[in-house]
């Protein structure tokens, strides 16, 4: 079972029986809209999430993600949503770069 909460969107809750997708398509399968200028291919940084608690619970780094690392575009708390494939639960909130206009968010 994973469970995504997202701190700054309502406290809103996706959970999944299978592990093993990455957290965008988890978010997107849900209906919840999350930024991904480049279609989820590891290539824009726009999917970012701050990772609150369950670091753990996610795969390790992509060699994308550790680009972005590298170049001090991607935090030690962050990880790519199209990157990060989840296998418990995580806690997370949207960085204010990747807030849409259209979603209310509190924070
Ligand atoms: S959608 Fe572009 S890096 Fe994730």
Do not use: F
């Not at 079972?1 to 406290?11: S, T």
Request: aromatic share 2%.
């Amino acid at each position: 079972m994973v469970k995504i909460i997202i701190e700054n969107l309502g406290q809103k809750e996706v959970t999944a029986s299978a592990p093993g997708r990455n957290v965008l398509q988890l978010l997107h399968g849900h209906g919840i809209d999350w930024m991904h200028a480049c279609g989820g291919k590891g290539r824009c940084t726009t999917c970012k999430i701050i990772v609150l608690e369950g670091s753990e619970n996610l795969a390790p780094l992509t060699i994308a993600e550790m680009g972005y690392r590298k170049q001090g575009l991607l935090n030690a708390n962050e990880r790519l949503a199209c990157q990060a494939r989840i296998q418990g639960s995580i806690r997370v909130a949207v960085p204010d770069d990747s807030k849409l206009p259209h979603l209310k968010y509190s924070g």
